[in-house]
């Protein structure tokens, strides 16, 4: 998996200049050559050769989806009449940035026809996104000079919104079990899904699970549980019985899923539970492969599931999490779930510990679970909404996390989140919006790139 987002550079121009300015395509072509390197260290950008046709044009942007790019930053080299790339635009699978850039930032005295043809993107670029529009193609614009830090953060937050839009055409989601019954806002058409954002739904037997588990040898239970006890602090009243049917669950459900193809996943407590095979929930085994780059969501959620493994490749990190309860004196939201929560999210300041904990859901033995407070500081949330008829909508809100006392009969990972609008403000606008009990967070004021990756996805974007 590539640190970087992996970026096509469309240079679009015409063979019109090229008798009145010898060597315009060479020099063009340098320009975006100039422009990909800029963006080092916020993209791997590939500048393809300047297209002057509708053939190239075409061929250009083929080459970059079949060689698995992320998204195509177009960047117009000179003036290009749209009508070449118009068909392409109606039949574009990757996500979309016209920077609307030029060679020069500043105009002088000394400009004659030869500069005004090198620096005249802009007008190009009023044909090409007029093409795009009528496409019906969502797609970012960036106007900026090209050599401002401001050029670098803004294709940057783009080119990351493309990498998790692009991820979760090819994502695959595994369902042990079946998801939570009567859990309405959980509920997703899976064709719909897979036509209009991509994820496919993998029904995974629980039955595999329990023969992958028993097959797992001593030797490679030993190995996680001494991992976890360099990283974690670890609980002594659990005994080797749970440490082991914890260290089984965990390494059982990611070898099915790297059998499946399965980045992203969801359990459901009573569907465990009412299997009769396993003896505990794989609440810490969540956390873990959260921290891993999993995707994760309880209760059989697959649309929540894969947008914590949107999170991940949209910012580093994605946690999932819900909203338990609100306090009005400090103006804020109590985050947590059953026993599940992504561990790289935990403050700095405090141990991650894995405790013994009973837990009646699901009617099995205690889970060990991972217990930490989320560190403070920003955060976002965000809702993925099934609107039905193929749209969906992300409902996001920023805010803080406080810097609180602990709460020490609360076994699950928690924090106290504080809406920049305030609960009242937040919580209507959430539930107006429709937005979901299942939440992903994630660290930082990150609307903005929320907001690029529903332009990127087609998705409708929502701040609340």
């Known amino acids: 998996m590539s640190d970087l987002p992996r970026i096509g550079l469309l240079g679009i121009m015409q063979p019109l200049y090229d008798d009145m300015l010898p060597g315009i395509t060479e020099r063009q072509y340098a320009y975006a050559q100039e422009v990909a390197s800029s963006l080092e260290g916020v993209a791997e950008v590939t500048a393809?050769?300047?297209?002057?046709?509708r053939e190239d044009a075409e061929a250009t942007v083929r080459r970059f989806e079949d060689e698995g790019l992320d998204g195509v930053l177009v960047v117009m080299l000179t003036y290009g009449p749209s009508l070449r790339?118009?068909?392409?635009?109606?039949?574009?699978?990757?996500?979309?940035?016209?920077?609307?850039?030029?060679?020069?930032?500043?105009?002088?005295?000394?400009?004659?026809?030869?500069?005004?043809?090198?620096?005249?993107?802009?007008?190009?670029?009023?044909?090409?996104?007029?093409?795009?529009?009528?496409?019906?193609?969502?797609?970012?614009?960036?106007?900026?000079?090209?050599?401002?830090?401001?050029?670098?953060?803004?294709?940057g937050r783009w080119a990351r919104a493309a990498r998790?839009?692009?991820?979760?055409?090819?994502?695959?989601?595994?369902?042990f079990g079946y998801p939570m019954n009567g859990m309405g806002d959980a509920r997703v058409d899976e064709s719909e899904l897979l036509r209009h954002l991509?994820?496919?739904?993998?029904?995974?037997?629980?039955?595999?699970?329990?023969?992958?588990?028993a097959a797992l040898t001593e030797g490679e239970v030993a190995e996680l549980l001494e991992a976890e006890r360099g990283r974690f602090e670890i609980d002594?009243?659990?005994?080797?019985?749970?440490?082991?049917?914890?260290?089984?669950?965990?390494?059982?459900?990611?070898?099915?899923?790297?059998?499946?193809?399965?980045?992203?996943?969801?359990?459901?407590?009573?569907?465990?539970?009412?299997?009769?095979?396993?003896a505990r929930l794989p609440m810490a085994a969540a956390s873990s492969l959260m921290a891993r780059?999993?995707?994760?969501?309880?209760?059989?959620?697959?649309?929540?599931?894969?947008?914590?493994?949107?999170?991940?490749?949209?910012?580093?990190?994605?946690?999932?999490?819900?909203?338990?309860?609100?306090?009005?004196p400090r103006d804020a939201i109590l985050?947590?779930?059953?026993?599940?929560?992504?561990?790289?999210?935990?403050?700095?300041?405090?141990?991650?510990?894995?405790?013994?904990?009973?837990?009646?859901?699901?009617?099995?033995?205690?889970?060990?679970?991972?217990?930490?407070?989320?560190?403070?500081?920003?955060?976002?949330?965000?809702s993925l909404v099934t609107l039905g008829g193929g749209r969906f909508r992300l409902v996001v809100a920023e805010g803080e996390v406080l810097d609180e006392p602990p709460m020490p009969s609360l076994e699950m990972p928690y924090g106290m989140f504080r809406p920049d609008s305030g609960v009242r403000g937040c919580m209507d606008g959430w539930l107006a919006a429709g937005g979901t009990h299942h939440i992903t967070m994630t660290p930082g004021r990150t609307a903005a790139d929320w907001e690029s990756f529903c332009t990127a996805s087609g998705v409708e974007y929502r701040p609340v």
């Open 48 to 53: 393809a050769p300047p297209v002057r046709g």
């Open 85 to 155: 790339v118009a068909r392409l635009f109606q039949h574009m699978r990757l996500p979309v940035c016209l920077a609307n850039i030029q060679p020069e930032p500043r105009i002088t005295d000394r400009w004659g026809m030869a500069e005004m043809t090198y620096n005249q993107g802009i007008h190009g670029a009023q044909d090409t996104a007029n093409a795009m529009v009528r496409a019906g193609l969502p797609f970012d614009v960036v106007t900026e000079d090209r050599g401002s830090p401001a050029f670098r953060e803004r294709v």
């Open 164 to 175: 998790a839009a692009t991820a979760l055409t090819a994502l695959k989601v595994g369902v």
């Open 198 to 213: 991509g994820p496919e739904v993998v029904h995974i037997a629980q039955g595999e699970l329990h023969r992958t588990m």
């Open 236 to 278: 002594e009243r659990l005994s080797k019985e749970e440490l082991d049917d914890h260290a089984r669950l965990q390494l059982g459900i990611e070898r099915v899923l790297e059998r499946h193809g399965c980045a992203a996943y969801s359990t459901h407590f009573d569907a465990l539970g009412e299997d009769g095979r396993f």
């Open 293 to 328: 780059g999993y995707g994760f969501a309880g209760e059989g959620d697959v649309p929540a599931a894969a947008l914590v493994y949107a999170g991940h490749r949209l910012t580093g990190l994605g946690h999932f999490t819900e909203m338990y309860a609100m306090d009005f």
């Open 335 to 382: 985050m947590s779930h059953m026993g599940e929560g992504n561990w790289k999210i935990a403050r700095d300041d405090e141990p991650v510990r894995l405790i013994k904990r009973p837990l009646a859901i699901g009617g099995l033995d205690d889970p060990p679970t991972l217990l930490f407070r989320i560190q403070p500081g920003p955060a976002t949330l965000a």
